[in-house]
């Protein structure tokens, strides 16, 4: 006997819900479309931070990497360079007498 207060109250429900599920499918697979034409984010064409490749203090020619593929030397610390204030031998990011970054 207590199914004839349920079934109107199921039916209710159901109203209710079969609408907003259908619309959050269509939402969500507008998204997805709309994801597929947008270029990504992270494909940016950003300028390289290094050259395409480097020669180590010990004659290793061809590394692209951070680090030397023969010696394991940073690259930073694997070449000084000279700062425009008159500080040579630098041999981190930073100039240790004015503080000019390496350009």
């Known amino acids: 006997m207590f199914w004839i207060f349920f079934l109107p109250l ?6 209710i819900c079969i609408p907003i599920w259908i619309w959050m499918e269509i939402k969500r697979a507008g998204r997805t479309e709309r994801g597929r ?3 990504n984010r ?18 290793r020619e061809g590394n692209t990497g951070r680090f030397c593929s023969e010696c394991g030397k940073h690259k930073l610390a ?8 008159g500080q040579t031998g630098n041999a981190g990011k930073f100039c ?8």
């Open 10 to 15: 199921f039916g209710l429900v159901m109203l």
């Open 37 to 39: 034409d947008r270029p």
């Open 42 to 59: 992270g494909e940016r064409n950003l300028p390289a931070r290094f050259p395409s490749s480097w020669k180590c203090s010990c004659g």
């Open 78 to 85: 694997s070449s000084p360079w000279a700062c425009p204030c």
């Open 96 to 103: 240790p007498s004015c503080g000019r970054e390496r350009s």
